[in-house]
């Protein structure tokens, strides 16, 4: 299959990943607003492999959203071969691999960040990823984690994979790249903030301009992009190929669009009351198509995302996180 990554235009403007965020109805808002690439929530590879219907469920996506990626989470390169295959079948572009998820949840099962304390094993994961199918695989990692008393035994040597060399005490995106780079993965991205430092404080962005040193493939920073004038500072500082948004897009699908005008003209526009609340209706709309009553439920968060900042937001945002129905959405509105 075809590397859609080399086909993207630069800098590209990636909607991250994010579990209970991205579903199809808020990936096609951000697609319409100039999303060049889009990630589903994650998914367990294994439910994947047993057919899981709600996983099937959650990572179903438009045709208009393509390019998607399928983010998958897990810890057995076996189910990571075998996934992937089904994923080339559901007509997915892309599949990432999640090693920096900090959820605990995904954490105490061995997945996510969890796995950058063991190189070795990313290694293999990523090469059975490639190995199960045709399509580009990416990998999505954090700036560090903290190794830990029992695997530091583990994340120095070499390998039949290649060789790997990690710092003592912490493992870096460094040396997780430095263990993955000779394998044919085609895209990183890169939350600039450590498993201990999960969404708060200045994200270290000189982790990401280091793997640009040793890096040739698509490099996507990620972390702490909130605004058109941050995004352009990241890709100075970083030489990355473009950039992740995950939070800095909740209620303001439309950043993707700022920071393409921002990085053409030094300027770009906001949009007013009249023009967010047709985006918020579109969204409903979508939410209701795709999911049914249920997505209304999901859309709640969205919808309180939107007016946040907005005078009398406290009071909308009250009647917004009760909406059942698109008539609800447009009474409070109106």
């Known amino acids: 299959m075809e590397n859609f990554w080399s086909n993207l235009p630069k800098p590209i403007l990636a909607l991250a990943p994010m579990a209970g ?3 199809t109805a808020f990936r096609q808002m951000c697609k319409r607003f100039g999303a060049d690439v889009i990630y589903t929530e994650f998914a367990s590879a294994n439910a994947l492999v047993y057919d899981n219907k709600k996983t099937r469920e959650l990572i179903a996506y438009a045709p208009e959203e393509q390019p998607v990626v399928c983010q998958i989470f897990g810890n057995d390169p076996e189910m990571f071969f075998k996934s992937v295959k089904i994923l080339e079948t559901m007509g997915f572009t892309g599949v ?4 920096g998820c900090p959820a605990y949840k995904v954490v105490k099962h061995g997945g996510g960040v969890s796995l950058m304390k063991n190189p070795k094993l990313c ?3 990523v090469q059975a990823a490639c190995a199960g199918s045709g399509l580009p695989v990416s990998i999505k990692i954090r700036a560090s984690i903290k190794a830990g008393q029992d695997t530091k035994d583990k994340i120095e040597g070499d390998n039949e994979l290649g060789k790997y060399e990690c710092a003592v005490d912490v493992v870096t995106a ?3 790249v430095n263990a993955i780079r000779h394998l044919p993965a085609q895209a990183i991205m890169i939350h600039a903030r450590s498993f201990e430092q999960p969404f708060d404080g200045e994200p270290n962005v000189d982790i990401i301009s280091q793997v640009r040193t040793i890096w040739p493939r698509i490099l996507l920073a990620n972390g702490g992009i909130y605004s058109p004038e941050k995004a352009k500072e990241i890709l100075e500082q970083t030489k990355a190929d473009g950039v992740g948004i995950a939070r800095g897009a909740w209620g303001r699908p439309w950043i993707f669009q700022q920071i393409k005008d921002y990085l053409a003209s030094g300027q770009y526009q906001h949009l007013d009351w009249e023009e967010i ?3 918020m209706l579109k969204h409903a709309s979508l939410a209701l198509t795709s999911k049914g009553t249920h997505g209304l439920l999901d859309l709640r968060k969205h919808l309180a995302w939107y007016v946040k900042g907005m005078p009398g ?3 909308t945002r009250a009647k ?3 909406v059942n129905t698109v008539a609800d959405v447009v009474k409070i509105l109106s």
Request: proline letters at 0%; hydrophobic letters at 50%; zero cysteines.
């Open 96 to 99: 990432d691999i999640n090693f």
């Open 313 to 315: 937001a406290a009071e």
């Open 320 to 322: 917004l996180v009760h």
């Open 277 to 279: 609340k047709n985006t």
């Open 174 to 176: 460094l040396d997780l």
């Open 123 to 125: 290694a293999e994961i």
């Open 21 to 23: 965020v991205t579903d």
